[in-house]
């Protein structure tokens, strides 16, 4: 079962975000980080970010194992759009949309065996007459 992190309105257009998301797609979590982490662009900080976040909800809720972790899958969808308005000649405001992203991970990897607790009997308490 792959665990998931979604970071949504990310401030840039998806198709820089989408360049960024496809140096990492289907490796292991560690090598991802590293290759962000020396990924001159913009847009590593944030998939950085996302794929830290999923990372750390395997390890931390759903009881996956850090070392074993790997991205299943990464996307890059388009968020919502701000319009703005730009002065123009004359007078006139034209207008421009600042595009967002969202991105979307999906982690996968071994889980950890639960500790079972050993069970002890309870005796039966003494019945007092």
């Known amino acids: 079962m792959a665990v998931q992190a979604v970071y949504k309105g990310v401030r840039m ?9 496809a140096l990492v797609r289907g490796r ?6 590293v290759i962000l982490d020396h990924t001159p662009r913009r847009a590593a900080a944030a998939v950085k970010k996302a794929v830290v976040s999923a990372g750390a909800n395997a390890e931390h809720n759903h009881n996956y194992k850090p070392d074993s972790l790997f991205i299943s899958e990464i996307s890059v969808t388009p ?7 730009r002065a123009a000649a004359r007078g006139r405001a034209l207008r421009f949309a600042r595009s967002t992203s969202q991105i979307r991970v999906l982690v996968d990897g071994q889980q950890r065996e639960l500790k079972k607790k050993p069970v002890t009997k309870k005796e039966p308490s003494e019945i007092k007459e």
């Open 13 to 21: 257009s998806p198709r820089k975000v989408g360049v960024v998301a």
């Open 28 to 33: 292991s979590l560690a090598d991802a980080v």
């Open 79 to 85: 968020g919502i759009r701000y319009r703005r308005y």
